[in-house]
C-alpha cells in the first residue's frame, strides 16, 4: 500500500532531475523528532540533497557547537511534488526515529532517499547494512514499547477529591507515544498520568495531554491496594517452578526499581527448596491419608 508522508502518507518534494552540492545541517529539537524529521527530509529531497551532504544534529548538539549555523526543520518551506512511500518503509522509520542511537535521523534520510531514487523495494533486501541497522533499531523500539505495558505499575492518588492513578517509568528509547493508545483503550475509564523521564501522558477520560521533563517527586511511595497486590503476588508463586535465568531474560533487574513485587523475589527464590519440599511432603502426607 502506498501512501503521502505529508499525512503520514507522502514526501512532498520536486522529482530530481540532478543531485546538487548543498551542504546542509539541521537541527531536531523535538523528542523523538518524527515530525521535524520527516519536513526536514521533505525539503532535503526537493532541493536534491543527497544524505552524505546533510548533517543531522539535536538542539543538545548544536548547543555543544558554538559555531554551528543551522537550519531548524520548523523553518523549512514546503514543495510541490508528492512522492509516494510504501506504508511498510514510514511504519519502519517512525520506530526506528523513536531510537536512543544519535545517527537515528541520517540513518532513516538515507534509507528513505535510497527508496526514493534507487530501490523502491529497498527494505526488503536482508542483507543491506542501512536495512539490517534500521530493523535492529525498529525492533529495539519495538520490544521497549512492549515492556511498558507489561512492567509498568500504577499507585493511586487523590486529586481534586477524585481517584488518579500514577505510574512512574524508564524505557530505555523514545517509545512511550507508541503505548498510549494501549492504554487509552485499556484504562479508558479511569484518570491516569504515565512520567518518563524525558515526557508525561495525562489522561482524563476524555483527552490526552502530554507534558515535557515532568517532575517525578510527585510520585507516590505506595498506594492502599499495593499491600494486597503483594499478598497476591507471593501467594501464585510456585517455588516448584522457579526458573531464575528465565525470569531475569523476560523481567531483567533494570525495570524492578519501579515494581513493587520484585522486593520479594528474591526472599521467595531464597526459600523455594525448602517450601517445594514442603509441598512435596504434604503431597505425600494427603495421599497417605494422615
Given amino acids: ?13 520536486s522529482a530530481p532531475n540532478l543531485i546538487g552540492t548543498t551542504m546542509k545541517k539541521v537541527t531536531i529539537s523535538s523528542v523523538p523528532g518524527y515530525d521535524e524529521w520527516r519536513k526536514a527530509s521533505r525539503e532535503c529531497l526537493a532541493q536534491h540533497i543527497p544524505p552524505e551532504n546533510v548533517t543531522w544534529q539535536t538542539s543538545q548538539s548544536n548547543q555543544d557547537d558554538l559555531f554551528a549555523v543551522t537550519d531548524s526543520a520548523n523553518a523549512i518551506g514546503e514543495s510541490q511534488t ?10 519502519l522509520l517512525k520506530y526506528a526515529l523513536c531510537h536512543q542511537a544519535t545517527d537515528r535521523f541520517a540513518l ?6 535510497r527508496v526514493v531514487f ?13 536495512v539490517l541497522r534500521l530493523n535492529v533499531l525498529a525492533k529495539a523500539v519495538k520490544r521497549d514499547a512492549y515492556k511498558i505495558s507489561a512492567f509498568l505499575r500504577f499507585r493511586e ?3 481534586d477529591g477524585q481517584e ?4 512512574w517509568y524508564e524505557p530505555e528509547h523514545f517509545s512511550l507515544e507508541l503505548k498510549l493508545d494501549f492504554f487509552q483503550t485499556r484504562f479508558k475509564n479511569m484518570c491516569w498520568s504515565i512520567l518518563t523521564p524525558y515526557r508525561a501522558a495525562h489522561w482524563n ?14 510520585i507516590p511511595n505506595d498506594d492502599r491496594i499495593e499491600k494486597y497486590w503483594l499478598t497476591y503476588y507471593a501467594n501464585i508463586f510456585n517455588p516448584a517452578r522457579v526458573k531464575t535465568k528465565a525470569m531475569l531474560s523476560s523481567m531483567p533487574k533494570k525495570y524492578w526499581k ?14 523455594s527448596d525448602a517450601r517445594a519440599r514442603k509441598m512435596i511432603l504434604n503431597g505425600k502426607k494427603v495421599e497417605n491419608g494422615e
Fill in 118 to 130: 534507487e530501490n523502491r523495494n529497498l527494505i526488503h533486501l536482508k542483507t543491506d547494512e542501512d
Fill in 157 to 159: 492518588v487523590v486529586l
Fill in 108 to 113: 532513516c534520510y538515507r534509507v528513505l532517499w
Fill in 164 to 167: 488518579h492513578f500514577i505510574a
Fill in 1 to 13: 500500500m502506498n501512501n503521502n508522508l505529508n499525512n503520514q502518507n507522502s514526501l512532498n518534494c
Fill in 205 to 218: 477520560t476524555k483527552t490526552l495531554v502530554l507534558e515535557d521533563n515532568p517532575d517525578p517527586s510527585i
Fill in 258 to 271: 519501579n515494581m513493587p513485587e520484585t522486593s520479594l523475589i528474591n526472599d521467595m527464590i531464597r526459600q
Fill in 82 to 91: 508528492n512522492y509516494r512511500i510504501p506504508r511498510s518503509v514510514l511504519t
